[in-house]
């Protein structure tokens, strides 16, 4: 039996009756309860009340007066009730949760657990998240080679966005990068000839000329054409977009700014606890919202609980 906090005084007021009887122990109501299919007898440390079980189950379907009851404004109370959900009623209440409830349990998860949840969120919702504090600059910095030249083998990225980059590269960094890779012919040329000069490549050699780029100049045309065309953040797995978040920021941080995601995205996270902490979490639930959701669901599970089964 539960030890809920009933209100005694509100149910005895609804039924008429003007004083509380006090003269049955909880073991003689549960066996009283037993032998009377019609009434049903609620005791609690502050009385006890006997009702007619029907009129008290169409009671409960009352999201008000249940609230009043079963004094559901109390933290403590919504954690009892709670408490007696399987997994699979438990998860009901997440969707009653907004992000800001939601986001208090994955103070519970390890920076590890963190970065694991991220890279498993769609990448739209990851990509707007890293845009909140950082950049593709600070995504480079913890690039490895490979991965940028992954990203210039891409079948998206487009040859007029890479030069619109060039074209908006300082002529001192285009002459270096055409000179390292075409040599000193190159060093009196313009930047108009540069572009016209890879405009021209054939295929094969416009894809060398880019990755024989050095890893610095790499870096600087990834950030370019994302600024250019932030589709190409997609061109990206999430295992890379995440690094400077896990890097760079405090876990409070990082929970902070996963707050902003919508609770579609947060209640897969929090499904991910175990149940009891899933339970502490739940029980952030508007009382309003917990009577509603009881009154619908779970009408006899309350009679149940009453009846201290």
């Not at 008290?56 to 009043?68: C, G, N, R």
């Not at 949760?97 to 994955?106: D, K």
């Amino acid at each position: 039996m539960i030890d809920l906090t009933i209100d005694l005084a509100y149910l005895a007021r609804y039924y008429g009756i003007s004083s509380l009887r006090q003269y049955i122990s909880p073991a003689q109501a549960s066996a009283q309860n037993k032998e009377n299919s019609d009434e049903l007898t609620i005791v609690t440390e502050d009385g006890m009340i006997t009702v007619n079980k029907d009129l008290l189950l169409k009671l409960l379907q009352d999201p008000e007066k249940l609230a009043k009851i079963m004094k559901l404004e109390s933290p403590e109370n919504r954690y009892l009730i709670i408490q007696q959900f399987n997994e699979e009623d438990l998860v009901k209440v997440l969707p009653y949760l907004n992000s800001e409830q939601l986001s208090f349990g994955l103070q519970y998860f390890t920076v590890d657990g963190l970065e694991e949840l991220l890279n498993n969120l769609p990448a739209e919702q990851l990509i707007f998240l890293l845009l909140q504090h950082f950049t593709m600059e600070d995504v480079t910095r913890f690039m490895q080679e490979n991965e940028m030249s992954e990203f210039f083998e891409s079948t998206h990225l487009a040859k007029k966005d890479v030069l619109e980059y060039f074209e908006g590269l300082e002529y001192e960094k285009f002459q270096k990068l055409m000179m390292n890779q075409f040599g000193p012919d190159f060093k009196d040329k313009s930047a108009k000839e540069y572009l016209e000069y890879i405009e021209n490549m054939e295929d094969r050699e416009y894809k060398r000329f880019l990755q024989n780029m050095q890893t610095p100049e790499k870096a600087e045309a990834i950030t370019g054409l994302c600024e250019i065309n932030p589709d190409y953040y997609y061109e990206f797995d999430n295992s890379i977009l995440v690094r400077p978040m896990i890097n760079l920021m405090e876990k409070e941080d990082i929970i902070k700014t996963m707050k902003t995601l919508d609770p579609e995205f947060l209640i897969p996270m929090i499904e991910e606890l175990p149940k009891d902490l899933i339970q502490v979490v739940a029980t952030q639930v508007d009382h309003n919202d917990f009577a509603e959701m009881l009154s619908s669901e779970f009408p006899e599970m309350l009679m149940q609980m009453l009846q201290g089964k």
